[in-house]
């Protein structure tokens, strides 16, 4: 029988929340992470300065791991793509997985090297330690490449771990161009996830809710022909494909040009000590926590469970505040993106992990790649890290709707006052005079800007033409109100204001 650890206390959650920062006092300055009294040791709890070095250098290479999954999903076909997205173990999704903006980007990488961090100084504290400060227990798995990825040799030359930050970033930035221009002219037959992802009140909270109900009635024809040809290649059948089922075999086949095809055939294995390896290492760590099997039933087990719980209070300053389900759910929809990537990474690699063992994709059968990782790893029902996000997702949402209001106003007993936190008070007698003061404010900004010029203008006089709905007019431009030279007027007064002459 498994019992749920107590809650930690205010201090306790204080120490969790500083193992995930990456932002340290960096030049071989130790960090202190938190008081060892509140788990009742004697010694304070502190990150020796050169493993926050080494933390420092692979939180930089995440973003090199990330960018090299991104531009996988960018030479995924769009069948792949749809699959991919879909929560459900043999249904699709009606429209693809894509990548969101630069900001999001960087929001979500955020999220994955918060958790590295993490991962990285409970690794390093002492095994005896590691229990009782932390509550959690890396795996064999996790501990085999944090081994490896600790005592390798290129961590420490920064000189090529620059290097290869910045010919890998020239790399993105021109596969960037190249996807935009792609996108652009495929904008009408799709909705990028990128703009669901980006409005965290009203699209995501759509968008997500599609996921949950699977989306059956939005797939429409074209989708009902991808799933009955998936139904065809899994099982075999010798059913006749119809034009829906060969366009899906033809995305499936995927969409590496030539020339790519030939790059790639050139490329050289990562060398043995070279920062390349110690990439594929990292991207070995992050695979292992995010297919970390969940022991007894118990999600909160895996790493990344775990972690997302930190992120429920870790954006406090004290780490003693929780966040509400509605800005919570954000971190689980970023958790979900970068998951999706790297599962994806795993099962369809653009390119080969010989550090890994783990071969590029192949040309042809993409999908039958795809699925028993999906099924094992990606869709409800399968007691992995990332069911549970997306269970925790969908229970936030249903919360949010009870959030209290990020905004609330308070009315006083008597109804004769209105505030808004501790701070803002406003009578109904003040209310009453705001547009009086508003109008003063505006009479005083526009005798500014004419330069105390208070022309003579009879409104009633006025003509404007309501047909001409040619681009630029107004009734400033009409004829007979004589006022498109008036501009002139203003500018002389400017230059001579005060009888000073021109300045």
Same mark, same amino acid.
């Given at each position: 029988?498994?019992?749920?650890?107590?809650?930690?206390?205010?201090?306790?959650?204080?120490?969790?929340?500083?193992?995930?920062?990456? $932002?340290?006092?960096?030049?071989?300055?130790?960090?202190?992470?938190?008081?060892?009294?509140?788990?009742?040791?004697?010694?304070?709890?502190?990150?020796? @300065?050169?493993? %926050?070095?080494?933390?420092?250098?692979?939180?930089?290479?995440?973003?090199v791991v990330m960018s090299r999954c991104e531009e996988t999903a960018r030479k995924t076909?769009?069948?792949?793509? $749809?699959?991919?997205?879909?929560?459900?173990?043999?249904?699709?999704?009606?429209?693809?997985?894509?990548?969101?903006?630069?900001?999001?980007t960087s929001k979500y990488r955020l999220l994955l090297k918060r958790c590295l961090a993490m991962v990285c100084r409970i690794y390093r504290l002492h095994p005896d330690r590691r229990i009782k400060v932390a509550g959690l227990e890396l795996s064999r798995k996790q501990l085999q490449f944090l081994d490896a990825i600790w005592t390798h040799e290129a961590l420490g030359d920064l000189a090529a771990l620059n290097e290869l930050i910045g010919r890998h970033k020239c790399q993105v930035?021109?596969?960037?161009?190249?996807?935009?221009?792609?996108?652009?002219?495929?904008?009408?037959?799709?909705?990028?996830?990128?703009?669901?992802?980006?409005? %965290?009140?009203?699209?995501?909270e759509e968008s997500e809710k599609d996921e949950e109900e699977g989306e059956g009635e939005e797939e429409g024809e074209d989708s009902n022909h991808d799933y009955d040809h998936d139904q065809e290649v899994e099982e075999g059948s010798d059913k006749q494909e119809n034009?829906?089922?060969?366009?899906?075999?033809?995305?499936?086949?995927?969409?590496?040009?030539?020339?790519?095809?030939?790059?790639?055939?050139?490329?050289?294995?990562?060398?043995?000590?070279?920062p390349e390896e110690l990439v594929e290492l990292l991207f070995g760590l992050t695979l292992a926590i995010a297919t970390q099997p969940v022991i007894n039933g118990q999600p909160q087990t895996t790493v990344l469970i775990y972690f997302s719980g930190i992120l429920?209070?870790?954006?406090?300053?004290?780490?003693?505040?929780?966040?509400?389900?509605?800005? +919570?759910?954000?971190?689980?929809?970023?958790?979900? +993106?970068?998951?999706?990537?790297?599962?994806?990474? +795993?099962?369809l690699p653009l390119r080969a992990y010989p550090t890994l063992a783990l071969q590029r994709r192949p040309r042809?059968? *993409?999908?039958?790649?795809?699925?028993?990782?999906?099924?094992?790893?990606?869709?409800?029902?399968?007691?992995?890290?990332?069911?549970?996000?997306?269970?925790?997702?969908? +229970?936030?949402?249903?919360?949010?709707?009870s959030d209290t209001p990020a905004y609330l106003l308070r009315w006083s007993?008597?109804? *004769?006052?209105?505030?808004?936190?501790?701070?803002?008070?406003?009578?109904? @007698?003040?209310?009453?005079?705001?547009?009086?003061?508003?109008?003063?404010?505006?009479?005083?900004?526009?005798? %500014?800007?004419m330069f105390s010029w208070d022309p003579v203008i009879n409104l009633s006089n006025i003509t404007d033409d309501m047909t001409n709905n040619k681009e630029g007019f107004s009734f400033v431009l009409h004829p007979k109100n004589k006022l498109d030279t008036a501009y002139l007027e203003l500018l002389h007064r400017t230059i001579f204001q005060k009888g000073r002459g021109p300045s």
């Open positions: 029988m498994t019992t749920s650890a107590p809650a930690p206390s205010a201090g306790q959650r204080e120490v969790l929340a500083a193992l995930t920062r990456t $932002c340290t006092s960096p030049g071989g300055q130790e960090y202190f992470v938190g008081s060892g009294k509140v788990y009742g040791l004697e010694d304070d709890i502190v990150s020796p @300065g050169e493993d %926050e070095d080494r933390i420092a250098c692979l939180v930089r290479l995440v973003d076909s769009r069948h792949i793509l $749809c699959w991919l997205r879909s929560n459900q173990a043999s249904s699709i999704y009606g429209k693809p997985f894509t990548l969101v903006q630069s900001s999001s930035d021109h596969a960037q161009e190249v996807a935009g221009g792609h996108r652009e002219s495929h904008s009408d037959n799709t909705n990028t996830e990128g703009e669901e992802e980006d409005d %965290e009140d009203e699209d995501e034009d829906g089922g060969f366009t899906a075999w033809l995305e499936d086949l995927g969409e590496i040009t030539e020339e790519e095809d030939d790059q790639m055939e050139e490329e050289a294995g990562a060398t043995r000590g070279s429920g209070f870790s954006l406090s300053p004290d780490g003693g505040a929780f966040l509400p389900a509605r800005s +919570y759910t954000s971190n689980l929809s970023g958790l979900v +993106y970068i998951l999706r990537l790297v599962l994806l990474e +795993y099962a042809i059968g *993409q999908l039958k790649r795809l699925q028993p990782i999906r099924r094992q790893y990606m869709v409800m029902e399968s007691q992995s890290p990332m069911e549970e996000l997306l269970s925790l997702r969908n +229970y936030g949402q249903v919360i949010s709707r007993a008597n109804g *004769q006052a209105v505030s808004f936190g501790d701070k803002i008070s406003i009578s109904m @007698g003040q209310f009453r005079r705001l547009p009086e003061h508003f109008i003063k404010e505006a009479a005083r900004l526009c005798n %500014e800007m």
